[in-house]
């Protein structure tokens, strides 16, 4: 299993954009799943995306997402993005990123099927 690290959050005005980044530590990152989820205070942790190993090549969104992030991969950095744009308050939260070994992304509503979660980075969308 692959230990992840996510960066690059931050504070964005309302309409804003942001990136962050998932690193991995590990071998065969290539052949990992990788999700984002985010979770807000008092919430519990809420999937937004996932991209599948790169022999598949497919991603997921949920519908808060769709249209306005963007999950890509760099397998020779060993990292997941998570662009995001036009941002609004309720995308306030701690992403965090985990890992699934296999071609595909299993169901987001799932947190448990992903692992080697990081600390978390903070992303605070203010109006």
């Known amino acids: 299993q692959v230990q992840l690290v996510e960066s690059g959050g931050g504070l964005v005005q309302t309409g804003g954009s942001l990136r962050v980044s998932c690193t991995a530590s590990?071998?065969?990152?290539?052949?990992?799943?990788v999700a984002w989820y985010r979770q807000a205070p008092g919430k519990e942790r809420e999937g937004i995306s996932c991209?599948?190993?790169?022999?598949?090549?497919?991603?997921t969104y949920t519908d808060s997402a769709k249209g306005r992030f963007t999950i890509s991969r760099d397998d020779g950095e060993n990292t997941v993005y998570l662009q995001m744009n036009n941002l609004k308050p309720e995308d306030t939260g701690v992403y965090y990123c985990?890992?699934?070994?296999?071609?595909?992304?299993?169901?987001?509503?799932?947190?448990?099927?992903?692992?080697?979660w990081g600390q978390g980075t903070q992303v605070t969308v203010f109006s």
């Open positions: 985990g890992a699934s070994y296999g071609r595909l992304c299993p169901p987001l509503r799932r947190p448990a099927s992903f692992g080697g």
């Open positions: 590990g071998s065969q990152f290539q052949h990992y799943s």
């Open positions: 991209i599948s190993s790169t022999y598949v090549g497919s991603t």
